[in-house]
């Protein structure tokens, strides 16, 4: 009895903590943009992971299809395709060039619209 008293001790106050700090953080990954030039730019420089891991936690359209094209340039056209459909599009019929001037035109209209 004392060792399961000291188990739910010991624990509770953990699972408080790791729950009021998950969900910060998910308060704050929602309450927060996505940095559109910032992937783009960690792209350009080849950094998919680092590129990846930003737009990742983010549902919006222009997220959507930044997450599409890491995925076009990763090779998994089947991962692509799914964040295309996220997006409400369709992979497009161009190259990765074109696909990455397309996406920085949409980015500077997005932030021209804030």
């Given at each position: 009895?004392?060792?399961?008293?000291?188990?739910?001790?010991?624990?509770?106050?953990?699972?408080?903590?790791?729950?009021?700090?998950?969900?910060?953080?998910?308060?704050?990954?929602?309450?927060?943009?996505?940095?559109?030039?910032?992937?783009?730019?960690?792209?350009?420089?080849?950094?998919?992971?680092?590129?990846?891991?930003?737009?990742?936690?983010?549902?919006?359209?222009?997220?959507?299809?930044?997450?599409?094209?890491?995925?076009?340039?990763e090779?998994?056209?089947?991962?692509?395709?799914?964040w295309?459909?996220?997006?409400?599009s369709?992979?497009?019929?161009n190259?990765?060039?074109?696909?990455?001037?397309?996406?920085?035109?949409?980015?500077?209209?997005?932030?021209?619209?804030?």
């Amino acid at each position: 009895m004392e060792g399961r008293l000291l188990k739910t001790t010991l624990t509770l106050p953990f699972s408080r903590a790791y729950g009021k700090l998950y969900a910060e953080l998910a308060l704050e990954s929602i309450n927060m943009a996505c940095d559109y030039f910032q992937v783009l730019n960690l792209a350009k420089e080849g950094k998919w992971h680092q590129a990846h891991q930003l737009v990742q936690p983010h549902s919006d359209e222009l997220s959507c299809l930044l997450h599409a094209y890491l995925h076009r340039v990763e090779g998994d056209t089947d991962n692509a395709s799914y964040w295309y459909r996220r997006a409400g599009s369709t992979m497009p019929d161009n190259d990765l060039q074109a696909e990455f001037l397309r996406l920085s035109s949409l980015a500077e209209t997005a932030r021209n619209h804030e």
